[in-house]
């Protein structure tokens, strides 16, 4: 890691960011820049004593903090000095020499950072920061299917915690999942455990799919079941799965020329009626080179905020009724106090962390 005030990569990977401004003012100046038409300034002015407090801090320890694209508006662009989508950040993980690692995220990311760093101290800002897709699946169930479905490759979304990792061949983002069941070359893919990006992976990779836990008895033996090319699971990002095609006909009556962006845990039917899909990195990209066009995009609210601060010539239309209430845990006030106490320590068993190091090892050599 850089010494303490120097310069590393701004969240988005744009231009350099300060680690230590030299006044709360400064600190203000900076994100009323950013921000002044997302944030009321009562607010930024308060948030601009938290960012600083938490800058001083870091530098003063050798800290760094990770921050997924998620975060509100104020902590994510004060005091990450990496931000992006997990796959981004998962990799920074692991180049990252910073003691501690403060991930501002879910929880299965702060294990993730914790599960390639393993002699480095990894805090989550939050006592729970939980994740719908993550609870969707043990790793009974994935034990299960491999005895269903015995030499077929797992692969498993990072959206899982880090024993539902060990039982995996390989883990995926929503950036590189379709690349990750192409490189697997098999057959027949286990795909873990958001049953909407599974079927979109199915689709782009030319595959079909069934879900055991949805398939009657009479048709669900083995034999029968590796008829296809992936056996899925039921879990849903309770964010993604709130867009509809209703509402995407609705904002195309009223703006017909919006271009809509979607995340992969969407629905086939919300990904299919939209002009793109891709992770929120992708995304990001997307919008970048989108110039004035009008744009829409279905995913967690505070990334299009996130977007709109760095891209102010983009007209970003709001369809926000979609808040994670796991992502909404983390906050600039609970950042500091982990800095301050280690406070939230991730600890993962070295039983569980070696396999679960090496399906995210695989996972980081496959590009894109």
């Known amino acids: 890691m850089a010494a303490p005030g120097a310069n590393l990569r ?3 990977g744009d231009a350099p960011m300060p680690i230590v401004e030299p006044t709360v003012e400064r600190t203000y100046e900076r994100l009323r820049e950013l921000l002044a038409d997302v944030v009321p300034d009562f607010e930024l002015r308060r948030k601009a004593e938290l960012v600083f407090e938490i800058n001083q801090l870091k530098a003063r320890r050798g800290a760094v903090i990770l921050g997924h694209n998620y975060m ?3 902590l994510f662009h004060g005091v990450p000095d990496f931000g992006g989508d997990s796959l981004e950040l998962s990799r920074r993980a692991a180049e990252t020499g910073g003691d501690p690692i403060v991930f501002c995220g879910v929880r299965f990311m702060a294990e993730t950072a914790k599960i390639l760093n393993p002699t480095r101290t990894v805090l989550l800002p939050a006592k729970v920061a939980g994740c719908s897709l993550a609870e969707a699946v043990t790793a009974e169930d994935v034990r299960e299917l491999k005895r269903r479905y015995p030499g077929v490759p797992v692969v498993t979304y990072i959206n899982t915690y880090a024993d539902v990792k060990a039982e995996s061949d390989v883990c995926c983002t929503s950036g590189n999942a379709a690349n990750v069941v192409r490189s697997l070359d098999a057959p027949t893919v286990i795909f873990l455990p958001d049953e909407y990006l599974a079927g979109n992976v199915a689709r782009e990779t ?3 799919i ?3 836990t949805k398939t009657p008895k009479s048709a669900a033996s083995r034999d029968e079941a590796l008829e296809y090319a992936m056996i899925g699971w039921t879990g849903r990002c309770e964010v993604h799965e709130k867009f509809t095609v209703e509402d995407i006909a609705a904002v195309r ?3 017909p020329d919006v271009v809509i962006l979607a995340h992969p845990e ?7 009626a939209c002009d793109f899909s891709g992770s929120t990195s992708a995304m990001l990209a997307y919008v970048r080179k989108a110039g004035p066009a009008r744009l829409l995009l279905l995913t967690e609210c505070s990334m299009a905020d996130n977007i709109a601060a760095q891209n102010k010539d983009v007209n970003l239309l709001r369809l926000c009724s979609a808040r994670c209430p796991h992502m909404n845990e983390i906050s ?3 950042t500091l106090l982990s800095l301050r106490r280690d406070q939230y320590r991730i600890e993962v068993p070295e039983e569980i962390r070696v396999p679960a190091k090496r399906a995210i090892d695989r996972m980081l050599a496959i590009r894109g």
């Open 206 to 208: 030319g595959r079909t």
């Open 253 to 255: 009556r009223q703006f």
């Open 210 to 212: 069934i879900y055991p």
């Open 266 to 272: 969407c629905s086939p039917e919300v990904v299919a």
């Open 332 to 334: 600039l006030e609970e």
């Open 72 to 74: 509100e508006p104020a």
């Open 10 to 12: 701004a969240p988005g």
